[in-house]
């Protein structure tokens, strides 16, 4: 069974820091998705990288794919409150995908 | 993307009833999935819900406890019976469209258990 382990478990930093979600594994996985849940809310998917050294940029928000897919990162810019919730990684594992412990982060104002 | 809704969205039972969790798509997916989170943590993997064949259960869960019926691609129930207080959790249904790399969620169902 492959695992991911991700990291910090919780972070709590100042509107306009910058942070970054680390999720590391010492398996191969076919992608990596990145999800955002907030309380009440089912998770939603925030990206999906496929191709290793892939990086992709959505507002904020910078998610980079290791060379060896492998493992991945996920960088906010300049957080803000809204950017509060449970982060989730996920890595393809054949018919089904694996996740990461989660992240909770909360942004004060 | 895909609208997913479940029903009950919370509900709060006694030890030793079912519940019965229905989840609904938009649009007809061949892969279903369920879930169930404790509140802040992360998911774990219930069964993948077949169409037209027994769910396929992940390891510590079986299908006398978790019942699934998927009987057509765009619905799936799951029952959790005979329910204990270690039942108490969050219960998502999950779709695959275009792939394992596109996984959409429904808003989840809050189980306690008294």
């Known amino acids: 069974t492959q695992l991911l382990e991700q990291s910090p478990q919780f972070l709590s930093i100042q509107e306009g820091e910058n942070l970054t979600v680390y999720c590391n594994s010492s398996?191969?996985?076919?992608?990596l998705q990145w999800y955002r849940q907030e309380p009440g809310e089912g998770p939603v998917l925030l990206v999906t990288?496929?191709?290793?050294?892939e990086v992709k940029k959505l507002k904020r928000l910078t998610f980079q794919f290791g060379d060896a897919r492998k493992d991945s990162s996920l960088h906010i810019t300049a957080a803000q409150p809204g950017d509060t919730g449970l982060y989730l990684c996920?890595?393809?594992?054949?018919?089904?995908?694996?996740f990461g412990a989660g992240t909770i982060l909360r942004v004060k104002s | 993307s895909a609208v997913i809704s479940q029903k009950p969205s919370r509900d709060i039972c006694q030890r030793g009833t079912s519940l019965t969790i229905q989840c609904q798509v938009d649009s007809q997916v061949t892969m279903m999935f369920w879930y169930r989170q404790q509140p802040g943590q992360s998911l774990t993997l219930i069964a993948t819900a077949n169409q037209g064949s027994e769910a396929t259960y992940e390891s510590g869960f079986v299908i006398d406890k978790f019942p699934i019926s998927r009987p057509n691609l765009t619905f799936s129930t799951l029952t959790v019976s005979n329910m204990s207080p270690e039942d108490s959790s969050i219960y998502l249904c999950?779709?695959?469209?275009?792939?394992?790399?596109?996984?959409?969620f429904g808003p989840g169902t809050r189980l306690l258990v008294l």
């Open positions: 999950s779709v695959v469209l275009g792939g394992l790399e596109t996984q959409y």
């Open positions: 990288v496929v191709t290793g050294g």
């Open positions: 996920a890595g393809g594992d054949g018919n089904k995908l694996v």
């Open positions: 398996s191969v996985f076919s992608s």
